[in-house]
């Protein structure tokens, strides 16, 4: 049998970006030994994509924003579904976590008198989004990063986690591979944090990146871990949808946070011809209204485009599918119009949104300053994820903690857009502080030999196959067509019964799938080793998705286009039962403690 | 759909040999497209880093044509088809297998560049105040993806070999970065002068054309540093009144 090499940590964070990071960084604060794992180099991560903000209750822009509204705004967004102790350490502790990225060199925009700036977002109520142009993201993960090499963390680039490693039923360790050589890696830990991000590999039209497999979602699974929630799957509303090459890329809410409208081809500005009742209050009647709002107007309403992300991406594939659509399949988004308003409105929006203006022109040859783009709905971000404790971000299995978008719980049925960011920065902390305590009060444990033997063999059997099986990337196209199709945003019981009958014929191809070549930096051979986790999780929405037989939130049913009150107390968990299938069980929310329940009465 | 061929350099460790591969082509595409589709269907275990295809990332730097680029940014209908598409990997780091360089050293140098020190705070509740003018050269800065293309590109690094005593062109715009940090106390221009090779920089600019966010490297970053070490160590005033000072030590 091959042969691998032990690392030994105290904490062993899987998952660079910014959850990942900010939890590796708290740990090594509480003087343990952390080893971070990333997939690809570091600072690459999918955190790098996000391009609107990171919310936070500063209340630099509008005095009358606080903890208690941020709160009330995400619980509304999630349809209070949300795990509401999370919901409240969030917008508790959002603020403070941002104003430490400022002590570690972020450089945020300003206001006039030299703070943080925020500016407006889809659900929430006042300007709160601090950013960075539209390149947040980036900011972020580069703040976190270079903070965080000169605290003596151990960084493992270009490496994947395969299995997590038990002992008994606590998870003491991590096998994996690194990339560039093929070399098998052991990590024995006390405590393991997951932080690999999403799920958006199983559909074909996403912005996330090759390396969001579901890999923490699926670890976990494996392991023993309950997944909560998985039928909730943000398909962000705008996505480019052409040239062909760069369909799903993101275009940030921020474009209509900044003024941008959303037109047919008609040019009817069609949001506002469907206002859900939980926003009528909240919503512009016209849209002079609308206009004053994004211009900073404390008195005027938001305008419909900034409606929740679940509601503006239905509302384009209806316009989409009576026929409304633009020449390639979306809607039109358009900035440039703002010229009417402002004078030297081409140099503003250049200003405002850098790297849509550079993408669009780059890749679309479309110039945002003088022509509408054309967007539709693109897979982006997971709700669904491991259930974690809300104060400590340990999973059901113990020593296995979770922090991002692979844990579940902050967002409920949908997210607001920059309350991702947020998430990472409270929670990847939080994880970190509570696995470096827990590695305080636990030893080593003992793996198996088994366990890694167990893990090799499974790892090198694409390789052996010799070229003779499943192409791995035809497999993978496969199922995130399938995916798209059958589980997508609009679901019926019987597309979804289907793609489950579907992926146990996946699970049974993915068994023979073969990778020609050598170890040595092998794309082939990698991604038969993601497969796995892709499949558990297609297999963990569809199932989730089947079993709550109503519309909230990002999950849409047109077998059951209405809520269903009967179905609003609970979470949909998903566990492997002892004989190996997959478990749909239903689990009871907890009742709303009353300081919460008068703030959400209070904000109406 | 018509077809274009993409000759790929394919080895391992610096062996290695063009092959070419030809692939349909459609509107719209990029070369990481083609080289995705090749992957697919002709060449499974063909090694390339990508992540974002959106220009954020920087991972997915190669040579196309002879010129350093992002494979994810750069359009075929940019490109003449009626002859093959050249790609191979970047030539300032050491191969590893076809497309793939290893880019370790990089990272390997950020960790010996002094970190970001701000002053106090301003503010009793612990933040600063900065204006938006006095923050956007340094955001400027900021917006590189650590593609490393400008120390691929860099002939001090990819001909003279140079990585033990200079920095790069992208480590330059760091150091500047935090140099010009409204916030920032630390002092990195000995470091510049002794450790991290500044003088070798002969301004030729190369790095600022090949940069993919369009960072104007060497006239907003390298060329103030430069001055600002000139004026610590080779000012003929300065270097007086350093003579006539009393110094501490004595």
Redesign the interface.
């Known amino acids: 049998m091959d042969r691998y090499t032990t690392h030994e940590h105290d904490v062993l964070v899987i998952g660079a970006g910014g959850a990942g990071l900010r939890a590796a960084i708290e740990a090594s604060a509480a003087d343990v030994n952390v080893g971070l794992v990333c997939k ?7 955190t ?2 996000a391009e609107g903000g990171v919310a936070a209750a500063l209340a630099n822009v509008d005095d009358r924003d606080n903890w208690r509204v941020h709160f009330s705004d995400t619980m509304r967004g999630g349809q209070y579904l949300n795990n509401w102790r999370m919901a409240e350490l969030h917008a508790r502790e959002a603020p403070d976590r941002v ?1 430490e990225l ?4 972020a ?1 945020m ?2 206001t006039k ?5 925020q500016r407006n977002f889809g659900g929430h109520k006042y300007p709160r989004l601090a950013h ?2 539209d ?1 947040t993201g ?2 972020m993960i ?1 703040t976190l990063q ?2 965080g ?2 605290r003596g963390i151990t ?1 493992h ?1 270009e490496a994947t986690v395969f299995r997590l490693l038990k002992d008994g039923d606590r998870v003491v360790g991590a096998f994996g591979y690194d990339r ?1 050589h093929g070399r098998f890696l052991l990590y024995r830990a006390k405590a393991v944090v997951l932080a690999t991000g999403g799920i958006g590999r199983a559909y074909s039209v996403t912005s996330n ?3 969001y497999t579901g890999d923490g979602h699926g670890l976990a699974y494996d392991a023993g871990a309950d997944l909560v929630d998985m039928e909730f799957v943000q398909f962000h509303p705008t996505g480019m949808v ?5 369909r799903g ?2 275009v940030t809410e921020g474009v209509r946070g900044e003024g941008g409208i959303l037109k047919n081809k008609d040019g009817r500005r069609f949001m506002f011809d469907d206002i859900p009742d939980l926003y009528k209050d909240q919503t512009a009647d016209t849209p002079e209204e609308g206009w004053r709002y994004v211009t900073g107007d404390k008195d005027a309403r938001r305008p419909p485009e900034l409606l929740t992300r679940d509601h503006v991406a239905r509302c384009i594939v209806r316009e989409v599918k009576a026929g409304r659509g633009s020449p390639h399949g979306g809607v039109f988004l358009d900035i440039a119009w703002i010229r009417e308003k402002i004078r030297d409105s081409e140099a503003h929006i250049r200003k405002k949104l850098p ?1 849509m203006y ?2 669009f022109k ?3 040859g479309v110039d945002i300053t003088t022509q509408p783009m054309e967007v539709g709905p693109t897979t982006h971000y997971v709700m669904g994820g491991i259930r974690v404790d809300g104060d400590t971000q340990m999973s059901t299995v113990p020593g296995l903690f979770a922090a991002g978008e692979c844990a579940a719980g902050l967002h409920g049925a949908n997210r607001l857009g920059g309350n991702s960011l947020s998430d990472l920065l409270v929670f990847g902390k939080r994880a970190g502080e509570h696995a470096a305590a827990w590695a305080k009060d636990h030893d080593a444990g003992t793996v198996g030999e088994d366990q890694a033997t167990d893990a090799m063999r499974a790892c090198l059997a694409p390789l052996e196959r010799d070229g003779n099986g499943e ?4 497999l993978q ?1 496969h199922l995130q067509t399938m995916m798209q199709d059958h589980v997508g945003i609009v679901r019926n019981e019987r597309d979804m019964t289907h793609a489950v009958e579907q992926l146990a014929d996946f699970r049974a191809r993915a068994a023979v799938v073969a ?4 170890r ?6 990698h991604t038969c080793l993601d497969l796995p986790n892709l499949l558990t999780v297609s297999e963990a929405v569809a199932r989730s998705a089947l079993d709550r037989t109503e519309s909230r939130g990002a999950h849409f049913r047109e077998d059951h286009p209405a809520k269903d009150p009967s179905l609003a107390g609970h979470n949909t968990v998903v566990r492997r039962a002892s004989d190996g299938t997959m478990e749909v069980s239903r689990l009871p929310i907890p009742a709303l403690r009353e300081d919460l329940k008068a703030i959400i009465a209070e904000m109406g | 759909m018509p077809k274009a061929t993409f000759r790929i350099w394919r080895g ?1 460790r610096g062996d290695g040999a063009w092959v070419d591969f030809e692939t349909e082509v ?5 070369v990481l ?1 083609a080289v995705h589709d090749i ?2 269907e002709q060449a ?16 997915c730097s190669a040579e196309i044509n002879g010129m350093p680029r992002l494979m994810c ?1 750069t ?1 075929l209908d940019t490109l003449p088809l009626d002859e093959p598409v050249t790609i191979e990997p970047m030539k300032a780091f050491p191969h ?3 497309l ?1 360089t ?3 050293w990089n ?1 390997e140098v ?2 010996r560049i002094k ?2 020190k ?1 002053r106090p ?1 301003d503010a009793a509740d ?7 003018e006095d ?1 956007e050269r ?2 400027e800065f ?2 590189c ?2 593609c490393f293309l400008c120390q691929d590109v860099c002939h001090v690094l990819r001909d003279h070999h140079k990585h033990d005593s200079f920095i790069g062109p992208r480590f330059l715009v760091h150091t500047a970065g ?1 140099e010009m ?1 409204p916030l ?1 106390t630390e002092d990195r221009l000995a470091d510049l002068k002794e450790k991290q090779g500044i003088g070798y920089c002969n301004i030729t600019k190369c790095c600022t054309k090949v940069c993919p966010e369009h960072i104007t490297i060497t006239d907003n970053a390298i060329i103030p540093l430069k001055e600002r070490v000139v004026d610590e160590f080779y000012d003929p005033i300065a270097k007086l009144f350093r003579i006539f000072r009393p110094k501490k030590t004595e």
């Open positions: 690809s180099l570091l600072g690459k991560a999918h790098v994509m104003r400022e002590a570690w060199g450089v925009d300003r008198d030299g703070k943080i700036l960075v142009g390149r980036l900011e580069r270079d903070h090499i000169h960084v680039m560039e990146s090759w390396e052409w040239p062909p090459s760069v890329i993101l790297s550079h993408q780059e890749l679309a192409n791995p990337h035809a196209r990778a020609p070549g050598s040595q930096y092998n794309g082939g051979w | 391992e459609s509107e719209g595409m990029v497209d992957q697919a499974a275990d063909l090694a390339v880093r990508w992540n974002c295809k959106a220009g954020k990332c920087g991972s940014m359009r590893v297998r076809d793939v290893d880019v370790s990272y950020k960790k970190p970001f701000p705070p612990g933040t600063w105040r900065m204006a938006q923050v340094v955001q900021r917006k993806i650590e935090l940090h920032d």
